[in-house]
């Protein structure tokens, strides 16, 4: 009897295979996609498909430095609670037991401080300039912030702020600077007859005179002269002064560099310094930090507003009393002003007894000018301008500008009263409450 069961093959031979649809969802042999698509001339299915996955090369993003996100509050719970369990528990760094282990230890972090001692050191003039740098990029901070509270980006606000400098700095030099080299190369011409009118006044006969100061400058002058040496380091010292100048440039060149760096990249690196501390401290740190580089900014703003009012006023004083050479003057006490107390009264004194070459008529008229305007600065214009900069004692402000001239020079007294208002920011926020607690 002939088995009627069904073959497990029925219905699978060449005949009974279902065509595939277009929408079935199954993919389409090679072949047949390829005779399906060879009169139309696009690209068969295969190489449709090769084509989709196929991943071309180009170019892809430089690999960056990522911090780790900060841990939420449970696990930094957790961390703790396994930092208290194992506390006690741990193996001490240093055993006396070890006598040579101990010394070797303590040797090589003597020998690590020397290393980064060393390399501080020889790297001096480096740390000067990242230091005026950060100095100049947090005092244009404020103008780009404001320009951020507007809705612009942080890059459009520092191309802003950056374009706006050099447009002053250009405008100033622009106009300043080929009256200050006529007036200079004037000044160097007449000295030499300036010196002999001196000479030739009263004054100075009633002097020598007395203190026969002719016959010691004459004395001390043939001397000089008399001595190769000294003409051997006049020389010396020109060329000491043409490597100076192109020093200088260089060294404006790295800090300009520098400041736009900072300027473009402050927020990133003072949210790196911010994670470097604890995160149980990371708030309290923040916000001093705000406060200290808020009030930096604001300073440096509010010295340079006082400074540019200071060369004004100057350079009004000195054509009132009709001195010569008012603009290289005026200049000269707008940069004296720029550092803090002592730079403008100091600039006064100056250009007093330079006024005095031409009579004691307009050196009275320049003084009385000038020192009125420096009590209506010190009262009036110096609160207003500085309100939102730093508040520090005028004893401390002194020993600050005296410290940091004796350190870095110019740069240093106009860098000593943002800092010694930082130290003060932390002594009063950090240090007292700490002793009030203990």
């Known amino acids: 009897m002939q088995d009627q069961s069904p073959h497990p093959d029925a219905g699978h031979g060449p005949e009974d295979v279902p065509e595939p649809s277009a929408d079935s969802g199954a993919p389409a042999d090679a072949t047949s996609g390829a005779t399906a ?50 506390e006690g528990h741990g ?70 702020a950056v374009l706006m400098l050099a447009a002053i700095l250009t405008l100033f ?53 008399a001595d190769s040496s000294n003409v051997t380091a006049v020389f010396g010292g020109l060329f000491g002064v043409g490597t100076a100048i192109i020093n200088t440039g260089f060294s404006v060149l790295i800090v300009l560099v520098l400041t736009l760096y900072f300027l473009a990249t402050l927020p990133s690196m003072k949210y790196w310094a911010y994670r470097l ?18 009030s930096v900014g604001h300073y440096v703003i509010g010295q340079s507003v006082v400074a540019g009012l200071n060369g004004l006023v100057a350079f009004i004083a000195i054509a009132i009393a009709g001195i010569q050479y008012g603009a290289l003057l005026a200049f000269f006490a ?25 009579g004691w008529q307009q050196a009275l008229i320049f003084a009385a000018i000038y020192f009125v305007y420096l009590q209506v600065e010190t009262y009036f214009v110096s609160p207003r301008v500085m309100s939102r900069a730093v508040a520090v004692p005028g004893s401390v402000a002194v020993i600050a500008v005296i410290a940091g001239a004796a350190l870095l020079g110019v740069l240093g007294a106009l860098m000593a009263i943002p800092f010694a208002a930082a130290v003060m920011l932390v002594v009063k926020e950090v240090l007292i409450p700490r002793q009030d607690r203990l």
Do not use: C
Not at 60 to 77: I, Y
Not at 187 to 204: A, I, K, T
Not at 285 to 292: C, H, M, T
């Open 277 to 294: 501390a604890p995160q149980s401290r990371r708030a309290r740190v923040e916000y001093l930090g705000e406060e200290i580089t808020s």
């Open 37 to 86: 698509d060879a009169g139309t001339g696009r690209p068969s299915a295969l190489l449709r498909r090769w084509l989709t996955n196929r991943r071309l090369p180009g170019a892809r993003p430089r690999p960056r430095f990522e911090l780790r996100p900060p841990l939420s509050a449970s696990a930094t719970a957790d961390g703790d609670e396994e930092g208290a369990e194992s």
């Open 334 to 358: 707008g940069l004296m002003a720029f550092i803090p107390l002592v730079g403008a009264m100091t600039g006064g004194i100056i250009l007093t007894l330079v006024a005095l070459t031409g």
């Open 91 to 160: 193996v001490a760094l240093v055993s006396w037991a070890h006598p040579v282990q101990t010394g070797f230890l303590f040797t090589a972090g003597v020998g690590m401080a020397l290393l980064v001692y060393g390399i501080l050191s020889a790297n001096t003039q480096l740390l000067v300039w990242i230091g005026a740098a950060l100095f100049i990029a947090l005092g244009l901070d404020p103008i780009v912030r404001r320009l951020e509270s507007w809705g612009a980006p942080r890059g459009v606000g520092v191309a802003a």
């Open 173 to 225: 030099f622009s106009l300043l600077i080929p009256t200050v080299v006529e007036q200079t190369s004037a000044f160097v011409e007449g000295l030499p007859q300036m010196v002999s009118d001196f000479l030739e006044s009263q004054f100075f006969h009633d002097l020598d005179t007395q203190f026969g100061i002719r016959e010691i400058a004459e004395t001390e002058m043939n001397k000089f002269v």
